[in-house]
């Protein structure tokens, strides 16, 4: 860059603006009077300076109560951590505020804003979903506080976002203990399991037809891979689960591999039948040592 480029002008511009607005921002922190802290927070915050006018407030708030300017404080400086993407500072700010000023104006937008900055910290699916379930809890609590409130189409909205993030991380769930069961009987039974707890927490959910499909998967390698004794009740579930796929998905896009699945299971049913019949008749032809005539011993005459 050349030295006396207008752009190195610019810098230099912007340099000493900062410099000069530190400094002005630092002599208010240390002699200015509450009030000119008060409206000084203000003005920032109204010019979107969000950092500036949080140091502000958060300065302001003990200094203040008692004050009519107290309640304003604290609500702005809740918005100001929220503007700053402080989600899990500002729902915690908001929820003070709604308990201290229940009776407030501005009551309801703080409990709306405390629901809505813990929707905007929800976890990812892929992590835990502690955080998601407390959002989904605080909005049905907005909702049952403020039935009539404008908010409410939008925490129904929320509340169905929120939903969609724990489907999603029970499906992938569920998809991860089928993936690894081919090293782990464990995780066969967990798959089954998981897909039904699934199917119970999201019965609508596009999800439910793989999942059908993959119980029975999961369900038919448990059987192949058993032991003898287990064998029979777990292809009897893998036939169960079939069944209840094609009654649900008739034209299923995964019913001619689950089929195939089903007609070795009838094969493998149909064989430990035959050895069954054949135990029977081996049981039947012994004779039973039990109603042999027992032989009674006459002790010899002396």
Sequence with gaps: MRKNSPASYFLQFLFVV???????FSKLQKTGTDQQKYDAAMAYYKKGDFYHSGLLFEELIPLLKGSTESELAQFYYAYSQYHQG?????????????????????AQEALYM?????????????LDQTSTHTAIAAMQDFINTYPESPFREECTRYILDLRAKLERKAYEKAKLYHKVSDFNMMSLKSAVISIDNFRKDFPDSQ??????????DSQYNLASNSFVDKQKER????VKFYQELIDKYPTGKYNRDAE???????????????VEVEKLKQKETQ?????R????TTPATP
Excluded: G
């Design 235 to 238: 292809y009897q579930e893998v």
């Design 293 to 296: 005539p027992t032989k009674v």
């Design 86 to 106: 402080q989600y899990n500072t500002s729902q915690f700010l908001f929820k003070k505020f709604y308990d201290t000023y229940a009776r407030s104006d501005y």
């Design 287 to 291: 004779p039973d040592s039990t109603n």
């Design 114 to 126: 405390h629901a809505f900055s813990l929707y905007k910290d929800s976890a990812p699916y892929t």
């Design 207 to 216: 999800f439910n037809e793989e999942l059908a499909f993959l119980k029975v």
């Design 18 to 24: 900062a410099i000069t607005s530190c400094s002005k």
């Design 260 to 274: 195939k699945m089903f007609d070795d299971s009838q094969k493998h049913l149909d064989v430990i039948a035959k």
